[in-house]
């Protein structure tokens, strides 16, 4: 049983070695045929790449061939173009040269006729002075008189019978025209001055203030007075309350002490509040508003006029000229008017119109602060004008309105002619109250000339002057002195009627805070 098993095996193991050898036999076969089918696949496939590809080169070598014909006419073509170009600047090359060369002949004859010319002429000329000459001779011989004598001669005769009809014809010249320049000078100050005519209102030294009752006069002058003596101290203006009913009276001849005080008052009575602390606080705040009046006052005289590029500085100081009086009539206005006064006699004269009106306007800039720096206000205004950078012909318009400098320019009279035109106008200006005004600063200013003095106010007309010293450097004895010096001064310094009352008030305060 067991060989039969081992018998049985070893022909399976054979039948499956025979199974295989077979197998691999047949696919291997099987492969190569399957490869030799691939093959002859490829090879069509190759073999119609390559038919392609011969295709598609003969193309391309028909298109580049038929490129290459196409480029070649085009060149051929430029070609010709620029054979035809050439041609033809040759062609006008040599038909300039042809032109150039006739006119340089023409130039050449031309040349040699006006040389010929030229020399015929200097014989003629030869000629002609040499027969001058000769008949001047023969008269000198003729008339025994030399060529100069002989004019002298005759120059003198004509002189003597002409010297009389000359000289009336001048005189004749010279009235007709003077009278013409005074008809015309009139016909155009005349025209200037209906152009422009502004209204005239004099300034006057007091201001009266409605107040909503009587009672409110009470509460003005306070206990014992203090709330009336504290607003004059503070402002330096005098305040009159009387009978009149819902009235008080502001006087002082600063306009703007007058104005701050008027200020302060429309707050102080709006408010009911009256005391001295409220009184100062007021007073400070109408010093600010003043400030801002003052610097509307002076833009809108420059938007008036029509001024450009002003410096605002300069235009804070013009503001300043809105309360101050020339002979009781308003600077500001009176500036502005000058403005457009002189305007207009520029134009009409054929003078520079924005010149003229420039030098007008800022003619009186040296009054905004004349009280404050030594020198005539026309000198002071020339030095402010000259710091702000203003052109020199403004200062050259504006320095001659009161014949302090002599006239340089055209605007510089036209200037000064406007100022008479101004304040020559009835009614604009009063003498009394400008000599009245200064008087009252004279006394001022003494006051304030003494060491120690804070500040000092004429009041009452010039009546009194009270001055204000500082405590901590003037005692109670110095405070005497002082007021007996001032007093002193101003008998022998000024001229007045009656009596002044000098009051010197020396006044301590101390402030603390609790904190």
Do not use: W
């Not at 018998?7 to 696919?27: E, Q, R």
């Not at 605007?411 to 003498?431: H, L, N």
């Amino acid at each position: 049983m067991e060989i039969f098993n081992g018998a049985a095996l070893s022909l399976i193991f054979t039948l499956i070695s025979i199974g295989l050898f077979v197998g691999a036999v047949l696919g291997y076969l099987l492969r190569k045929k399957i490869a030799k089918i691939q093959v002859g696949t490829l090879e069509s496939k190759l073999s119609k790449l390559v038919e392609h590809s011969k295709t598609e080169a003969k193309g391309i070598v028909l298109a580049a061939k038929e490129e290459a014909v196409r480029v070649l006419e085009r060149a051929r073509e430029e070609s010709k173009e620029r054979e035809r170009q050439i041609t033809k600047q040759e062609d006008r090359l040599a038909h300039r040269e042809d032109t150039l060369e006739k006119k340089a002949a023409e130039y050449e004859r031309s040349e040699k006729e006006l040389i010929a010319k030229a020399e015929k002429i200097k014989l003629i000329k030869e000629e002609a002075d040499r027969i001058k000459s000769e008949q001047v001779t023969a008269l000198e011989k003729i008339a025994a008189l030399t060529r100069e004598e002989a004019k002298e001669r005759l120059f003198n005769m004509v002189e003597q019978q002409s010297k009389d009809d000359l000289v009336t014809k001048m005189r004749r010249l010279e009235k007709d025209g003077k009278e013409q320049f005074d008809r015309k000078a009139n016909e155009i100050l005349a025209t200037v001055i209906q152009r422009y005519a502004s209204s005239q209102v004099s300034d006057v030294t007091t201001t009266t203030m409605s107040i909503p009752s009587d009672d409110m006069k009470g509460k003005i002058i306070g206990r014992e007075g203090r709330n009336i003596r504290a607003l004059e101290r503070l402002t330096g203006a005098e305040i009159i309350v009387d009978d009149t009913p819902g009235t008080i009276v502001i006087s002082c001849f600063d306009p703007v002490r007058r104005h701050i005080c008027r200020l302060a008052l429309e707050k102080l009575t709006s408010d009911g509040r009256i005391q001295p602390a409220r009184i100062e606080e007021a007073v400070e705040k109408a010093k600010v508003d003043i400030n801002t009046e003052i610097k509307k006052a002076g833009e809108a005289a420059v938007y008036d006029v029509g001024a450009v590029g002003v410096d605002p500085r300069l235009v804070n100081l013009l503001g300043r000229l809105h309360y101050r009086t020339s002979y009781g009539q308003n600077v500001l206005l009176h500036s502005i008017e000058m403005a457009h006064i002189a305007g207009m006699l520029a134009a009409e004269v054929g003078a520079d119109v924005h010149i003229a009106k420039m030098g007008a306007l800022f003619h009186d800039i040296g009054k905004a602060i004349d009280h404050e720096v030594q020198g005539t206000h026309v000198e002071i205004g020339r030095k402010i004008l000259q710091k702000f950078g203003v052109d020199k012909r403004v200062i050259q318009a504006m320095q001659s309105h009161h014949e302090e400098y002599p006239y340089e320019t055209l605007e510089s009279v036209v200037v000064q002619t406007s100022d008479s035109i101004s304040g020559g106008r009835p009614g604009a200006r009063r003498g009394s109250i400008e000599t009245y005004i200064r008087r009252l600063e004279e006394l001022e200013a003494i006051a304030n000339s003494f060491p120690g003095v804070e500040k000092a106010y004429a009041i009452s007309a010039g009546r009194e002057v009270r001055v204000f010293v500082r405590p901590e450097k003037v005692d109670d004895l110095e405070a005497r002195k002082i007021a007996r010096n001032i007093a002193d001064r101003i008998e022998k310094e000024l001229k007045y009627p009656g009596e002044i009352k000098i009051h010197v008030i020396r006044e301590t305060r101390v402030l603390e805070y609790a904190r």
